[in-house]
């Protein structure tokens, strides 16, 4: 995530290394949360679920920020978007014009969809994306873009206290996201201060 404004905050407030989080283990999913002390406008309140993509880099997805817009109003013509009551979600900054669709099942939806978490996949290609929009909207979201990371920046970010580190749920991340934030942050004090 490269955002210079994130890197300033957290120099400037001096965030404290959490309990653990140099031993965390971002070589596999995780989830998100964004801690209270993150003032960020897209960031701050927010809950991801992230991915390895080798080479100590990541992607990954926003997952409670709905936004006012449908598929069938960037698609009028297309009869299947029609189906698809939820928003579509923004998922980052990153390809902010480019459909994803988060799809919860037990195998992938096909083409090179990446698996975000156990029983959960990300698919980006066109036919895979418009194949769930056909067949399955009920279970997957659509996201518009994706958060990216380079090389060691989420390490970083949790080393220095921008994020609380979950293990990712798929049921958990496809859930409404009204009060998910206040309770996984809620979840993440308490288990900290049972340490």
Not at 89 to 107: C, D, H, M, N
Not at 187 to 195: D, E, G, L, V
């Amino acid at each position: 995530m490269r955002r210079a404004a994130l890197a300033i905050l957290i120099l400037c407030l001096g965030w404290m290394q959490p309990a653990g989080a140099a031993d965390i283990d971002v070589d596999r999913p995780l989830l998100l949360v964004a801690t209270p002390e993150l003032y960020d406008p897209l960031y701050g309140a927010a809950v991801l679920v992230v991915t390895p993509i080798g080479g100590d880099e990541h992607v990954g997805f926003i997952v409670n920020r709905p936004t006012g817009t449908r598929l069938e109003n960037l698609f009028p013509e297309h009869a299947p978007s029609r189906k698809v009551v939820d928003p579509i979600y923004l998922g980052g900054p990153v390809e902010p014009g480019v459909i994803f669709a988060l799809v919860q099942r037990k195998t992938s939806p096909g083409g090179h969809s990446i698996e975000m978490a156990p029983g959960l996949y990300a698919a980006y290609e066109g036919a895979v994306v418009e194949g769930l929009i056909k067949s399955d909207p009920q279970r997957a979201r659509f996201m518009a873009g994706l958060v990216a990371w380079r090389a060691g920046e989420l390490r970083e970010e949790i080393q220095r206290g921008a994020w609380y580190v979950l293990e990712p749920d798929a049921a958990l991340v496809m859930r409404k996201p009204e009060g998910l934030w206040e309770e996984l942050v809620r979840r993440s004090q308490r288990a900290r201060n049972s340490i």
